[in-house]
């Protein structure tokens, strides 16, 4: 019985479901019991006394019992159906076992159809388990099922069973031979002798399929088995074999025995797909072969639309592999057949561009541009998966630029950027190692044109990832593209600040998609620099108060954004030789000073202590706290006495540097803090004879009449003593000199000797009148 075939164990698991069955059955036996009383038939209990039963009554009851079993086994086989569909194999194997007992039961109301569709879903739950304990069970069971009624689906069901059970290929060409016995159709056959390919068993299904073509020789459908062999031997690249096979469909077609068109097309089909592959792996040559195999299936004055894309396609190779004079031939053919298709001036657009013919190649992509805009696009061609037929226009200008044709790419590039509505078209449209690309865009209207697509671009990103329309990794690339094409921009503007400014800040943001490594993080560190210089250099010439302080305002965003990032920055590797740091504290600093900022002292403490700073630094921390509107003295001398300081550490001092810091010190705030500065007769000497290093004469004349020229600026503040060490200072510095010493030695040492006695005498009248300034060049 199928209880057996289905070996189901477990007594007290079944006893519930048999349990469940009679629960049924009691329901409908009780309930069709109320229906005999009410029509007159009374049902026995044990209290009633025994009675012979009429002829009738017996015949109904039979009837009602009949009835009671066909319904269920009905019922078993949809408990089977629906816990097969919910992947509970063992109570789908039970309640089918059930429906086939039941159903055995009487076999003049369930027909052997029945029975053997019941047994065909008992051997495939047998073989969706995937348990190979089952395997033999489901054997058994689709024997058992063909042996009550034979079917295709059957003996199909028996062939995936073999195969999933690893059977020996000697068993498998018996069961395939049983299946050629058995008369079963061509189409039969095919699917099995490619579901033996399916499953590599080669070897059979080869086999089968030459038994087939004789078995069915005489059959109008055997060009299908041709077919299928030639699929399955390019599938299984025996290639040689399957020319072979194609020599003979051709022989056969010239000879009388032609395909059916509906065979025709599909072998055209397996044909290109082949040579697609070889495409793809570019293998131009291959291709072509299978390309040619294709077109003798045509006629000369074939006018299928097929006919002038497989010449499209075949030009395409010609062209990859430099064989000009054919790939114009075989395009004229296309453009002959199919004038009006835009892959057919593409590539005569590409041919015109090889043979240097600009006037043929502008009219071919203004064609190009009017097909584009006139009619829906058109189907593939070994461009089939573009996004959009204006990429065609981009890949013309990309072709263009290559070959040097500079005028026509700029052509196609304006067509582009006139009719495409995807930003993204417009910039990979592009060839950035192109110096000609950029500057076809160099112009204010096409830059303007690319920071709006830019910023579409942006938006795109900004919007919820959907992992249906694109992978994170295409998203990220996208973003690195887009953030280039920004950086290029920015560099190509270095005329416009402003537009400069922009195109930084677009690189910044589309580089917030990607991937956080050190060269995003340099990449975002150089755009907010950059933007937050434009920034403060717009504010130096902005004509109001509101619109300066817009422009410090947000560099100070920039700057305080940037500082977040060279904080990650350093945590990626040795920057010490990266002015970056530096730069964002002048750019901070500007900005406070600028804007009168009260934190700006609290901000300068941390500063003064830091001390990886150059001397440098701190004179342009003076100079800046000079500038005007800010005006902060005090700041100024703390930088400048920072320099000094860091001058004096240097083994060799950059006198010319030393005495700027001290004379800019001493017109910043007077006496005390210049004295202060040239009070250490250490520091004299220093810089005295720091001139034997070989500082030029000229140096030293200018150094000695600063010195000179502070020294009047003292004594008339009536700062006698800092007036005589300036001059004393001069006077050491004129001993340095050389051939200019004979023109400044004399009016200096008399104007010295007046210095000294109006000292004395602590009156300044008379040197007032007689004091005089040096000038430099006498």
């Given at each position: 019985s199928a209880s057996r075939v289905a070996g189901t164990t477990g007594m007290r698991h079944h006893a519930r479901y048999i349990f469940l069955v009679l629960q049924i059955s009691?329901?409908?036996?009780?309930?069709?019991?109320?229906?005999?009383?009410?029509?007159?038939?009374?049902?026995?209990?044990?209290?009633?006394?025994?009675?012979?039963?009429?002829?009738?009554?017996?015949?109904?009851?039979t009837l009602f019992f009949i009835l009671q079993t066909r319904y269920l086994h009905i019922l078993c086989y949809n408990f089977g159906v629906e816990t097969h569909k919910q992947n509970k194999y063992e109570e789908s194997s039970f309640w089918l076992s059930q429906s086939?007992?039941?159903?055995?039961?009487?076999?003049?109301?369930?027909?052997?159809?029945?029975?053997?569709?019941?047994?065909?879903?008992?051997a495939t739950t047998y073989l969706d388990w995937d348990n190979k304990e089952y395997y033999d069970k489901a054997l058994s069971a689709i024997n058992l099922a063909n042996k009550e009624h034979l079917n295709p689906a059957g003996l199909f069901l028996k062939m995936k069973i073999l195969l999933k059970g690893e059977t020996a290929n000697e068993e498998l060409l018996g069961a395939v031979m049983e299946i050629l016995h058995l008369d079963m159709s061509l189409d039969f056959c095919l699917n099995t002798a490619k579901l033996l390919m399916d499953h590599e068993r080669e070897s059979v299904g080869f086999y089968f399929l030459k038994i087939i073509c004789e078995h069915f020789k005489s059959s109008e459908n055997i060009g299908k088995a041709l077919l299928l062999h030639i699929d399955m031997l390019l599938q299984k690249k025996e290639e040689l074999l399957a020319k072979e096979k194609i020599e003979e469909i051709i022989l056969g077609h010239q000879t009388g025995k032609q395909l059916t068109t509906e065979l025709v097309d599909w072998l055209h089909n397996i044909l290109w797909k082949k040579a697609a592959r070889s495409f793809e792996v570019q293998n131009y040559a291959d291709a072509l072969h299978w390309y040619c195999y294709s077109l003798r299936f045509y006629s000369s004055d074939h006018t299928d639309l097929n006919l002038a894309k497989l010449q499209r396609n075949m030009a395409s190779c010609y062209l990859h592999l430099k064989q000009l004079d054919k790939a114009k031939e075989t395009v004229?053919?296309?453009?002959?057949?199919?004038?009006?298709?835009?892959?057919?001036?593409?590539?005569?657009?590409?041919?015109?561009?090889?043979?240097?013919n600009s006037d043929r190649a502008l009219q071919a992509i203004t064609t190009l541009k009017n097909l584009l805009t006139d009619k829906e696009p058109e189907d593939n061609d070994l461009l089939r998966n573009r996004s959009s037929p204006t990429m065609l226009l981009s890949l013309a200008a990309q072709f263009a630029l290559e070959n040097g044709q500079q005028i026509v790419a700029g052509k196609a590039l304006e067509y582009l950027a006139q009719h495409s509505e995807d930003p993204q078209q417009v910039l990979t449209a592009l060839n950035w190692k192109t110096p000609f690309s950029i500057h076809f865009f160099s112009r204010k209207k096409e830059m303007d044109r690319l920071l709006t697509c830019l910023n579409i671009a942006l938006q795109k990103f900004a919007q919820p990832f959907?992992?249906?329309?694109?992978?994170?990794?295409?998203?990220?690339?996208?973003?690195?593209?887009?953030?280039?094409?920004?950086?290029?921009?920015?560099?190509q503007s270095d005329?416009?600040?402003?537009?400069?400014?922009?195109?930084?800040?677009?690189?910044?943001?589309?580089s917030q998609?990607?991937?956080?490594?050190?060269?995003?993080?340099?990449?975002?560190?150089?755009?907010?620099?950059?933007?937050a210089a434009v920034d403060l250099e717009q504010g130096r010439k902005a004509s109001t108060t509101f619109e300066q302080t817009r422009l410090l305002n947000r560099a100070l965003e920039q700057i305080h954004k940037c500082?977040?990032?060279?904080?990650?920055?350093?945590?990626?590797?040795?920057f010490s030789n990266d002015p970056c740091?530096?730069?964002?504290?002048?750019?901070?600093?500007?900005?406070?000073?600028?804007?009168?900022?009260?934190?700006?002292?609290?901000?300068?403490?941390?500063?003064?202590?830091?001390?990886?700073?150059?001397?440098?630094?701190?004179?342009?921390?003076?100079?800046?706290?000079?500038?005007?509107?800010?005006?902060?003295?005090?700041?100024?001398?703390?930088?400048?006495?920072?320099?000094?300081?860091?001058?004096?550490?240097?083994?060799?001092?950059?006198?010319?540097?030393?005495?700027?810091?001290?004379?800019?010190?001493?017109?910043?705030?007077?006496?005390?803090?210049?004295?202060?500065?040239?009070?250490?007769?250490?520091?004299?000497?220093?810089?005295?004879?720091?001139?034997?290093?070989?500082?030029?004469?000229?140096?030293?004349?200018?150094?000695?009449?600063?010195?000179?020229?502070?020294?009047?600026?003292?004594?008339?503040?009536?700062?006698?003593?800092?007036?005589?060490?300036?001059?004393?200072?001069?006077?050491?510095?004129?001993?340095?000199?050389?051939?200019?010493?004979?023109?400044?030695?004399?009016?200096?040492?008399?104007?010295?000797?007046?210095?000294?006695?109006?000292?004395?005498?602590?009156?300044?009248?008379l040197f007032n009148e007689e004091g005089e300034l040096l000038e430099q060049g006498r």
């Open positions: 009691l329901y409908f036996l009780v309930d069709t019991g109320l229906a005999l009383v009410q029509a007159g038939f009374e049902l026995l209990t044990l209290s009633d006394p025994p009675a012979l039963a009429s002829q009738s009554e017996i015949t109904n009851l086939y007992d039941i159903g055995k039961m009487d076999k003049n109301s369930v027909g052997p159809e029945m029975l053997a569709k019941v047994l065909r879903l008992l004229t053919e296309a453009e002959r057949r199919d004038p009006t298709n835009i892959f057919t001036q593409f590539y005569i657009f590409k041919i015109a561009i090889l043979e240097e959907d992992r249906e329309t694109s992978t994170l990794d295409s998203r990220t690339d996208e973003a690195h593209w887009f953030r280039k094409i920004a950086w290029n921009l920015a560099v005329k416009d600040p402003v537009t400069m400014r922009e195109f930084f800040i677009l690189s910044y943001k589309l998609f990607c991937p956080s490594d050190q060269v995003i993080l340099i990449a975002q560190k150089t755009c907010l620099l950059m933007a500082n977040d990032i060279w904080n990650l920055l350093k945590q990626t590797g040795d740091e530096t730069l964002l504290l002048l750019y901070e600093f500007e900005v406070k000073a600028k804007m009168n900022d009260p934190s700006l002292d609290s901000f300068l403490e941390s500063v003064w202590e830091l001390p990886h700073l150059e001397s440098k630094t701190f004179e342009t921390i003076a100079s800046l706290a000079m500038e005007m509107p800010a005006y902060y003295p005090s700041i100024a001398v703390k930088a400048l006495k920072r320099a000094l300081v860091l001058h004096k550490k240097q083994e060799s001092i950059d006198v010319l540097q030393y005495s700027t810091c001290l004379i800019i010190m001493g017109h910043s705030t007077g006496t005390d803090s210049a004295t202060m500065s040239c009070n250490s007769n250490n520091c004299k000497t220093r810089i005295v004879f720091g001139f034997q290093e070989g500082y030029s004469e000229i140096e030293i004349l200018w150094l000695m009449i600063k010195s000179w020229n502070t020294g009047i600026f003292m004594y008339r503040r009536s700062k006698y003593v800092s007036a005589e060490k300036w001059c004393g200072l001069a006077l050491r510095f004129l001993d340095h000199l050389g051939s200019l010493k004979r023109s400044y030695e004399t009016q200096m040492n008399v104007l010295y000797s007046k210095l000294v006695e109006a000292l004395d005498k602590k009156k300044g009248s």
